[in-house]
């Protein structure tokens, strides 16, 4: 359920595993399910309990917490004992834990297990889980998850999952606005930034961002993958938790502003490297230290 970027693809590699059958799709976009069943077989239900009436397996990939809410709303009634829901969606850890109570009280199973790798990762069933619930859930649940993810991991009860992808969030933003800072540097600076991202991924400054973006930031191809909303969605959940925790996060909630600019730009649907965007055109605004105060 939830066929758009990630859980298009996500379906299409459960469809072609020999394994798996009986496979019903459904999404609130009317006509997202049929179109999908035109591509890849199965059935298309109409509602939320209509799909999951005899399911033994689960899997959600919805935008957020106000979805999974819906979603579980409907789902929890209709759902048969002892199924196992595995929701790919990222969502903050209190959801993850108030589904799987619910779950729990019916005596069905319920996985957080959010993702990362990207649309990229989803078409070539490379994605990595993140999940958090019962053990032995967690076990039966692995040979479908692995359907379309090279790595899948239990990281401890209900909401782990989602505590691990916000931790991969934060170690991630801060990469790519520096990036797009470096990138912007080295063509201002008039070198061929092809050539610099080809030095630079052999070095210390590597990263996944640097292989798999660069060349789009380089192009302003935003037209693709991970969009603003949903990464200042991720943001607003990592500063959440944070808060509740007490830490200061300086450098997420900077970039958490930029994306704001980038959404106020018309970004809001654009791949989040369009940080780049933002430095591209606010970059020769910014005075150095000393000239901005006639020092
Ligand atoms: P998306 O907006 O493209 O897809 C979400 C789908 O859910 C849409 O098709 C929407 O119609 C459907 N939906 C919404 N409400 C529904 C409901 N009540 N019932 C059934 N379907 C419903 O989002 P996406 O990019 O595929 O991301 C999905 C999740 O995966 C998000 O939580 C996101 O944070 C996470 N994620 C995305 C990426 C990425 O690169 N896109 C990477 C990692 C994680």
């Given amino acids: 359920m939830g ?3 990630m859980g298009w693809h996500i379906a299409a590699h459960l469809a072609g595993h020999d394994d798996l059958h009986d496979l019903v ?6 006509d997202h399910g049929p ?11 109409d509602s939320v309990a209509a799909a999951v009436a005899d399911a033994e397996f689960v899997i959600t990939s919805l935008p957020s917490d106000r979805e999974l809410q819906v979603v579980a709303d409907e789902l929890v009634p209709a759902i048969p004992g002892g199924a196992i829901w595995v929701d790919h969606s990222t969502t903050s850890a209190r959801i993850a834990r108030e589904v799987g109570d619910r779950m729990s009280a019916v005596d069905a199973h319920f996985l957080d297990a959010p993702v990362s790798g990207g649309v ?5 069933g490379s994605l990595t889980v993140m999940a958090g619930g019962d053990e032995d859930a967690f076990s039966r649940a692995v040979p479908v998850m692995e359907a379309y993810a090279a790595r899948v991991r239990r990281m401890g009860d209900t909401g ?8 991969n969030q934060i170690c991630v933003v801060g990469l790519c606005q520096a ?3 470096g990138l912007d540097f080295a063509s201002r600076a008039g070198l061929d930034v092809e050539d610099v991202v080809q030095a630079m991924l052999q070095g210390s400054s590597t990263s996944w961002q640097m292989e798999n973006r660069a060349d789009k930031m380089s192009a302003g191809d935003y037209d693709f993958g991970f969009s603003t ?6 943001i607003g959940l990592v500063l959440d938790e944070a808060s509740a925790m007490s830490i200061s996060l300086p450098v997420t909630a900077l970039v958490g502003q930029f994306l704001a600019d980038v959404d106020a730009m018309g970004g809001a649907d654009w791949d989040w490297c369009s940080l780049m965007e933002r430095q591209r055109r ?13 020092r």
């Fill in 3 to 5: 066929l758009g970027r």
């Fill in 25 to 30: 799709v459904f999404d609130v976009v009317e």
């Fill in 35 to 45: 179109r999908w069943v035109a591509e890849h077989g199965g059935r298309a239900a």
């Fill in 120 to 124: 990229d990762g989803a078409r070539k």
């Fill in 160 to 167: 782990a999952g989602q505590l691990t992808k916000m931790t």
């Fill in 179 to 181: 990036l797009a800072e």
């Fill in 229 to 234: 909303t949903l990464m200042r969605k991720d």
């Fill in 282 to 294: 606010f970059g020769p605004g910014i005075a150095p230290p000393g000239e901005a105060d006639g």
